[in-house]
């Protein structure tokens, strides 16, 4: 049990700003690498959080004109606003110049990503790498201003190894030195990866030594957890990310016009529309590959049966999974 007093700190239907932007409620959607795209920061809009994070966006990529990275990634729906976009990278110049795009596109906040553990991003220089090289970690927030003329958020882990604060000293700087409007704080270093428990104490540390809003990431798998970390870190806001993965009730659940689980019909409808956005999106071939990564997450809520299931998983006809979707909730259509 937490010994912290939370008493003081806001409940998380209350509005908030970061860098001047209003924020409706203190619930948001995380960056999702290679998910957070356009149709499911909306889809988190829909069910009730107050802001959602785009999936990382290279910097490069936008800097050279990557016709995908700019026709895909950089597509914002109306709806969505306030809309934040996540760049990474590991050079100033190319990260102003991305963060002006981004902002060209409609991006209302910049994220920065310095926490990805991932050997590909890390192994460039980016991502939580950038903890170990905090002048160049400062250099790309004033880049990023300067780019966009937006508010510039960074994301951070603890440290890159365990036992290490470094990332702790880096939020701290990159608010002090170079000007970031926030910072969202994952306290587990990035060799930790998602596993073991996240050092809610040391955020709510943090939190008391910023003059920005601290969002706590990390370990917010279900509403109950999020409102712990919430609690126990003192934090501005809550970044949900795995606990999203098909359930974007949870937002609902946050924000209080939520108390029961969706029933299977519910799903089922959610998992439709999903389906549709992804086939406006990438097309019927691209989506059905897409959507793989999808389905499991859905079933676990729907009654539909193994062998329909297996189907869904290994279908290339989105009429065909839309069918198989149906048999796992008939009362949905």
Known sequence: MSSIDSSAQPPLTEPFEIGGVRISNRVMLAPLAGIGNWFVRLQARRHGAGLAVSEMVSSFGLHHGNDRTLRELMRIHPDEHPVSVQLFGHD????????EIA??????????NMGCPVKKVFKTGAGAALIDDPELAVALVRGAREGSGLPVTVKVRSGVRAGERSGFGLALRLVEDGGAAGVAFHPRPATQGHKGNPDYALAHELADRLDVPMIISGGLSTAEAARRAYAESGAAAAMIARGSFGFPWVFEELTGQRTEPPGPEEVASELLWVIDRAEEHFGAERAARYLRKFYPWYLEHMNTDRDAAVELQQSADLDRARELVAVGAPACL
Do not use: P
């Open 103 to 112: 902002a060209d596109a409609g991006a209302d906040l910049i994220d920065i």
């Open 92 to 99: 100033a110049d190319v990260m102003r110049s991305a963060a």
